[in-house]
């Protein structure tokens, strides 16, 4: 069965410098970060060709390019994978800023999905942008006799808030489970829906935790 992996890009100096970095084209790869790109490609060989997706972000494509020039697939871009619009909260560092930022992530976890970012997107409009794309993704390459292993290189936030929702997987362990840079969230779908059989470095069956302050974790 062909598998979606929704990979975290690679390292950028707005991770290093905990900035909310959110708007297009945003920050770019830092070395480290084009070397976690590398690494990704290398530690996950392909038995056959994979479909290899990113956002518009630079870093996204970044990281995607370098993916595939180790694997010899081109990059497709798409529109509608782009991380969660933080709006006046942009470019901010602020203990402040990030707080509000956790706050309202985990109101989205909690079902208030109209609940907006200051000046930004909610998770409705996440969700209105972002669910076509994966149907048409997995229409696309998932289905038929000659499916392939999909590689799609997007964001933290996006990627946690689309997977869980995609599996129902509980609020307190999406809230919990970061992604590290090229992190990778990976689910497969059948008749049914969509599973995961991985989430980051954990393995089903995936164990929920008493919920917990969300760790400062930079976006993008």
Not at 97 to 104: E, G, L, M, N, P
Not at 121 to 138: F, K, M
Request: aromatic residues 6%; charged residues 25%; proline residues 6%.
């Amino acid at each position: 069965m062909s598998r979606l992996y929704l990979v975290r890009h690679g390292e950028t100096t707005s991770n290093v410098l905990q900035r909310l970095d959110t708007a297009l084209p945003g920050a770019t790869l830092t070395d480290f970060g084009a070397r976690q790109a590398v690494r990704y490609a290398l530690e996950h060989p392909e038995p056959g060709v994979p479909v290899l997706i990113s956002s518009e972000a630079s870093r996204a494509q970044q990281t995607a390019e370098l993916m595939g020039s180790v694997w010899s697939v081109p990059n497709q871009v798409r529109d509608g994978l782009f991380e969660i619009q933080v709006g006046d909260l942009e470019d901010q560092t602020s203990e402040e800023s990030h707080q509000v930022f956790a706050k309202t992530v985990r109101t989205w976890f909690e079902g208030q999905s109209s609940e907006r970012m200051p000046g930004g997107e909610s998770l409705d409009d996440l969700y209105a942008r972002y669910l076509p794309v994966i149907d048409e993704i997995a229409d696309e390459h998932l289905a038929g006799p000659d499916s392939s292993d999909v590689h799609l290189v997007s964001h933290g936030a996006a990627i946690r808030l689309i997977a869980a929702r995609l599996v129902n997987m509980p609020a307190e362990f999406a809230l919990k489970h970061h992604l590290k840079n090229t992190g990778s969230i990976v689910l497969e779908r059948n008749t049914e829906g969509w599973t995961c059989t991985r989430w980051g470095l954990e393995l089903p069956p995936f164990h929920t935790t008493d919920p917990a302050e969300l760790a400062r974790d930079p976006m993008g």
